[in-house]
C-alpha cells in the first residue's frame, strides 16, 4: 500500500520534485558545487547583491573593501559599551547610592538584557529588514541612548544631591527611571548591532571562493581584534576621563564616537554585499514541527528509501537561499516533507514541507547542545566587570607617584592580552599547528571553544586564591598591589580568545543562508544568560548563607567571602568543561561531518 501511494504522489508531481533520501538529492548538490566551483566569474555564488540590488561583484564590492568600515562600528560600539559596563557598578554606587551587591547585579542584569535582546536583532534582520539596515536602524537607537545617558550624567536634577552627611540620600524613582530608559536604549542598540555585524562583515566573502574562504576565517581574528581595541579604548581613556573629568566627559565622548560611527558605516555602502531577508525562520521551524507531528499522528514511516519533497529550481524554496541536502540525523522531522497523500499542496508549506526546510531546522537543532554546554562560560566573563572591579577598587594601583590606575581600568590586563594572543594565533600559531594536523584553521572552532573552557576553569581558581590572600594578609585597604590579580584578568582573557572567535566561527559556519542572524544571535545570548545566571547565583548565595550583613557577599568586600564564590564558579567551569567535551565529541555539521574536540580532521559519517 505505501508503495503505491508513493508512486501515485511520483505521477502526480514532476519526478524532480521528489528526492530519494540520502542518494539523488546529494548526488544533484554535489554536481551542481562541481560545475559552480568550476566556474570562472567575478560574481558571487552566495546570493548577495550589490547597493542597487544587482549580483554582487568580487572585484568592487566585499572582501577587504567592505570589512574596514564594519569593524570601524564595532570599535565605537564596544568602545561605549565597555566605557559603561566597567565603571556602571562605580556609578550606580557613588551617584545613584546603591549598596555594592545590588549594583553588581542590576549591571549584570542589563549587560545580560542586552545579549539576550540579540535574538529580537536577529529576527528582524533575517525575517524582515536584512543585516545591513537592522545595524544602521539599531545604531540610531543606541546613539540616542547614549545622548540620554550623558544628559543623566549632566543634569544635577537627575541624580541625588552630594552626600554631606550620613545616611545619604539615595536617586528617586524618577531619578532612577530616567538612567534605566537610557541604558535600556542602548541594551535595544546592542541587542539590534550584535547578531548582525559579524554576520555582515562574514557575507563580505564568497563561501564558494576559496581564496575568500581563507579570508573569512582572518576576519573573524581581526573583529575580535577590532573588539579589543574598543574595548582597550573604553576601559582604559574613557574610565581615566570619567574619573579624572567626570561623568558628563566620560559619556559624552563614546556618545560622539557611536554618532561617527554611523556615518562611516553609511561610508561604505556601496562597498557592501547584502544578503536579502529570507522569512522569518522561527515561521519554518513551527511548520517541520507541526506538519511532522501530524504526519507521525497519521502513522507515517520513514525509511532510507522514502520519496521526500523539493522544489525543481536552481535555489531553494526560501527566498535568496541554496538547496541543502538531506542528512540522515533527527529522521523524525523528515515525516514534514514526506508526499503522504495525493491532496497536499506543494505550495502550503503548513501541510508539506521542503526538504531544504527541513534541513535548516535540523541544523539549528543540532547546534543546541553545543551552545548549552558553553553558557557557564559567560558566568565567569560576568565577573570581570562586577566584582574583579570590586577587588582593584581595593588594591594598590599606584603607578608612580604621580599616576594611579583606575578601578574601572583595570581588566585592560584582559583586553591587553586578547591583543597580543590574536596576531600571534593567527600569523604564527595557525601555521604551525596546521602543518601538524592538516586543517586549514589548525584547529577545529569546537576544539578551539575546548581550549578556551579548560582556561576558564585556572582563571577563576586563580581569582579566588588571590581573593583569599588579600583578605587575609591585606585586609588594610591598598596595602596589596593590584598586579596580583594579572593571573585571573590573563587567563580569562585567553579563554576568551579562544572561544569566542572558536563561537564565531562555528555559529556562522553551521548556519543556514536564512539562519546567520539568529544563529549569531545564539552564542551572544549566552553571554547574557550567563550575567543573569550569574546575578541569580549571587542572590541564591545571599539568601543562603546569611544576606547582606552576615553572608559571604555583603556591602563591603573585606567583610566577605568572595573567594568561595569563586571556587563555587570554578567547580562549575569544571563541570562544565566535562560536560562539552561529551557533547563536542559526539557533534555531528550540518554537512555530516565530525568536528569533535579529538581530531582536527573531519570524519565523514557512515
Request: proline letters at 4%; aromatic letters at 12%; charged letters at 20%.
Given at each position: 500500500?505505501?508503495k503505491?501511494?508513493?508512486a501515485?504522489?511520483a505521477?502526480l508531481?514532476?519526478k524532480?520534485f521528489?528526492q530519494?533520501?540520502m542518494?539523488?538529492?546529494?548526488?544533484?548538490?554535489?554536481?551542481?558545487?562541481?560545475?559552480e566551483?568550476?566556474?570562472?566569474?567575478t560574481?558571487?555564488?552566495?546570493?548577495?547583491?550589490d547597493?542597487?540590488?544587482?549580483?554582487?561583484?568580487?572585484?568592487?564590492?566585499?572582501?577587504?573593501?567592505?570589512?574596514?568600515?564594519i569593524?570601524?562600528?564595532?570599535v565605537?560600539?564596544?568602545?561605549?559599551?565597555?566605557?559603561?559596563?566597567?565603571?556602571?557598578v562605580?556609578?550606580?554606587?557613588?551617584?545613584?547610592?546603591?549598596?555594592?551587591?545590588?549594583?553588581?547585579t542590576?549591571v549584570?542584569d542589563w549587560i545580560?538584557?542586552?545579549?539576550?535582546l540579540t535574538?529580537?536583532?536577529?529576527?528582524?534582520?533575517?525575517a524582515y529588514l536584512g543585516?545591513?539596515?537592522?545595524?544602521?536602524?539599531?545604531?540610531?537607537?543606541?546613539a540616542?541612548?547614549?545622548?540620554?545617558?550623558?544628559v543623566s550624567?549632566?543634569?544635577?536634577?537627575?541624580?541625588?544631591?552630594?552626600?554631606t552627611?550620613?545616611?545619604?540620600?539615595k536617586?528617586?524613582?524618577?531619578?532612577?527611571?530616567?538612567?534605566y530608559?537610557?541604558?535600556?536604549l542602548i541594551?535595544l542598540g546592542?541587542?539590534?548591532i550584535?547578531p548582525?555585524?559579524?554576520s555582515?562583515?562574514?557575507?563580505?566573502?564568497?563561501?564558494a571562493?576559496t581564496?575568500e574562504?581563507?579570508?573569512?576565517?582572518s576576519f573573524?581574528?581581526?573583529?575580535?581584534?577590532?573588539i579589543?581595541i574598543?574595548?582597550?579604548l573604553?576601559?582604559?581613556?574613557l574610565?581615566?576621563?570619567?574619573e579624572?573629568?567626570?561623568?558628563?566627559?566620560?559619556?559624552?565622548?563614546?556618545?560622539?564616537?557611536m554618532?561617527?560611527?554611523?556615518?562611516?558605516?553609511?561610508?561604505?555602502?556601496?562597498k557592501?554585499?547584502y544578503?536579502?531577508?529570507?522569512?522569518?525562520?522561527?515561521?519554518?521551524f513551527?511548520q517541520?514541527?507541526?506538519v511532522?507531528?501530524?504526519?507521525?499522528?497519521?502513522?507515517v514511516?520513514v525509511?532510507s528509501?522514502?520519496?521526500l519533497?523539493?522544489?525543481?529550481?536552481?535555489?531553494?524554496d526560501?527566498v535568496?537561499?541554496?538547496k541543502?541536502?538531506?542528512?540522515a540525523?533527527?529522521?523524525?522531522?523528515?515525516?514534514?516533507a514526506l508526499?503522504?497523500?495525493?491532496?497536499?499542496?506543494?505550495?502550503?508549506?503548513?501541510?508539506?514541507c521542503?526538504v531544504?526546510?527541513?534541513?535548516?531546522?535540523k541544523c539549528?537543532?543540532?547546534?543546541?547542545p553545543?551552545w548549552?554546554?558553553?553558557?557557564?562560560?559567560s558566568?565567569?566573563?560576568?565577573?570581570?566587570?562586577?566584582?574583579?572591579?570590586?577587588?582593584?577598587?581595593?588594591m594598590d594601583?599606584?603607578?608612580?607617584?604621580?599616576?594611579?590606575?583606575?578601578?574601572?581600568?583595570?581588566p585592560?590586563?584582559s583586553?591587553?592580552?586578547?591583543?597580543?594572543l590574536?596576531?600571534?594565533?593567527?600569523?604564527?600559531?595557525v601555521?604551525?599547528?596546521?602543518?601538524?594536523?592538516g586543517?586549514?584553521r589548525?584547529?577545529?572552532?569546537?576544539?578551539?571553544?575546548?581550549?578556551?573552557?579548560?582556561?576558564?576553569?585556572?582563571?577563576?581558581?586563580?581569582?579566588?586564591?588571590?581573593?583569599?590572600?588579600?583578605r587575609?594578609h591585606?585586609?588594610?585597604?591598598?596595602?596589596?598591589?593590584?598586579?596580583?590579580?594579572l593571573p585571573q584578568?590573563?587567563l580569562?582573557?585567553?579563554?576568551?580568545?579562544?572561544?569566542?572567535?572558536?563561537?564565531?566561527?562555528?555559529?556562522y559556519?553551521?548556519?543556514?543562508d536564512g539562519?546567520?542572524?539568529i544563529s549569531?544571535?545564539?552564542f551572544?545570548s549566552?553571554?547574557?544568560?550567563?550575567?543573569?545566571?550569574?546575578?541569580a547565583?549571587?542572590?541564591?548565595i545571599?539568601g543562603t548563607?546569611?544576606?547582606?550583613?552576615?553572608?559571604?557577599?555583603?556591602?563591603?568586600?573585606?567583610k566577605?567571602k568572595l573567594?568561595?564564590f569563586?571556587?563555587?564558579l570554578?567547580a562549575i567551569?569544571?563541570l562544565n568543561?566535562?560536560?562539552?567535551?561529551?557533547?563536542?565529541r559526539?557533534?555531528?555539521?550540518?554537512?555530516?561531518?565530525?568536528?569533535?574536540v579529538?581530531?582536527?580532521?573531519?570524519?565523514?559519517?557512515n
Amino acid at each position: 500500500m505505501e508503495k503505491q501511494e508513493s508512486a501515485a504522489a511520483a505521477d502526480l508531481y514532476d519526478k524532480s520534485f521528489i528526492q530519494p533520501s540520502m542518494e539523488k538529492f546529494e548526488q544533484d548538490f554535489s554536481e551542481d558545487n562541481n560545475k559552480e566551483g568550476s566556474l570562472s566569474t567575478t560574481l558571487v555564488s552566495n546570493g548577495c547583491v550589490d547597493f542597487r540590488g544587482n549580483a554582487a561583484n568580487k572585484e568592487t564590492t566585499g572582501g577587504w573593501k567592505a570589512s574596514p568600515f564594519i569593524i570601524v562600528n564595532e570599535v565605537a560600539e564596544r568602545l561605549a559599551f565597555f566605557a559603561i559596563a566597567v565603571n556602571m557598578v562605580a556609578y550606580l554606587v557613588s551617584e545613584m547610592r546603591q549598596s555594592l551587591p545590588n549594583a553588581a547585579t542590576h549591571v549584570t542584569d542589563w549587560i545580560g538584557a542586552a545579549y539576550v535582546l540579540t535574538l529580537v536583532g536577529a529576527f528582524l534582520a533575517d525575517a524582515y529588514l536584512g543585516r545591513f539596515k537592522t545595524i544602521i536602524i539599531f545604531s540610531c537607537v543606541y546613539a540616542v541612548g547614549m545622548v540620554l545617558l550623558t544628559v543623566s550624567a549632566s543634569v544635577d536634577s537627575l541624580r541625588p544631591p552630594p552626600c554631606t552627611a550620613r545616611p545619604c540620600n539615595k536617586a528617586t524613582d524618577g531619578q532612577t527611571w530616567s538612567l534605566y530608559a537610557a541604558l535600556g536604549l542602548i541594551a535595544l542598540g546592542t541587542g539590534g548591532i550584535k547578531p548582525c555585524v559579524s554576520s555582515f562583515g562574514a557575507d563580505q566573502f564568497d563561501e564558494a571562493d576559496t581564496n575568500e574562504v581563507q579570508k573569512k576565517y582572518s576576519f573573524f581574528n581581526w573583529f575580535f581584534f577590532g573588539i579589543n581595541i574598543g574595548a582597550l579604548l573604553g576601559i582604559t581613556l574613557l574610565v581615566y576621563i570619567q574619573e579624572n573629568k567626570g561623568w558628563t566627559w566620560g559619556f559624552g565622548i563614546p556618545t560622539v564616537a557611536m554618532v561617527c560611527s554611523i556615518v562611516i558605516l553609511a561610508a561604505g555602502i556601496p562597498k557592501y554585499r547584502y544578503q536579502k531577508p529570507m522569512g522569518s525562520p522561527f515561521t519554518r521551524f513551527i511548520q517541520v514541527i507541526v506538519v511532522s507531528l501530524r504526519n507521525h499522528s497519521r502513522g507515517v514511516q520513514v525509511g532510507s528509501k522514502t520519496a521526500l519533497y523539493e522544489v525543481n529550481t536552481e535555489e531553494s524554496d526560501i527566498v535568496g537561499a541554496r538547496k541543502l541536502p538531506h542528512t540522515a540525523q533527527y529522521r523524525f522531522l523528515d515525516k514534514a516533507a514526506l508526499v503522504t497523500d495525493l491532496e497536499d499542496n506543494p505550495k502550503t508549506r503548513w501541510r508539506l514541507c521542503t526538504v531544504t526546510q527541513v534541513e535548516e531546522f535540523k541544523c539549528f537543532i543540532r547546534v543546541l547542545p553545543i551552545w548549552a554546554s558553553t553558557i557557564a562560560l559567560s558566568l565567569s566573563f560576568a565577573q570581570l566587570s562586577t566584582f574583579f572591579i570590586s577587588q582593584a577598587a581595593l588594591m594598590d594601583r599606584k603607578l608612580g607617584p604621580d599616576f594611579e590606575i583606575p578601578a574601572g581600568s583595570v581588566p585592560v590586563f584582559s583586553a591587553v592580552n586578547a591583543l597580543i594572543l590574536v596576531p600571534i594565533y593567527e600569523k604564527w600559531m595557525v601555521p604551525i599547528i596546521r602543518r601538524r594536523t592538516g586543517h586549514q584553521r589548525g584547529i577545529t572552532s569546537l576544539q578551539r571553544m575546548g581550549v578556551g573552557l579548560f582556561i576558564s576553569i585556572f582563571a577563576l581558581a586563580s581569582a579566588a586564591l588571590v581573593e583569599k590572600k588579600r583578605r587575609d594578609h591585606y585586609s588594610k585597604p591598598f596595602s596589596m598591589n593590584v598586579f596580583w590579580l594579572l593571573p585571573q584578568f590573563f587567563l580569562i582573557g585567553a579563554a576568551e580568545v579562544f572561544t569566542y572567535v572558536g563561537q564565531l566561527e562555528f555559529f556562522y559556519d553551521e548556519a543556514t543562508d536564512g539562519t546567520r542572524s539568529i544563529s549569531s544571535a545564539m552564542f551572544l545570548s549566552e553571554i547574557g544568560i550567563g550575567s543573569w545566571l550569574s546575578t541569580a547565583l549571587v542572590k541564591i548565595i545571599e539568601g543562603t548563607t546569611g544576606g547582606e550583613t552576615k553572608g559571604w557577599l555583603r556591602g563591603t568586600l573585606n567583610k566577605s567571602k568572595l573567594d568561595y564564590f569563586y571556587w563555587i564558579l570554578t567547580a562549575i567551569n569544571g563541570l562544565n568543561f566535562l560536560v562539552y567535551l561529551w557533547v563536542s565529541r559526539r557533534y555531528k555539521g550540518r554537512h555530516g561531518t565530525s568536528t569533535s574536540v579529538r581530531d582536527g580532521r573531519e570524519e565523514v559519517e557512515n
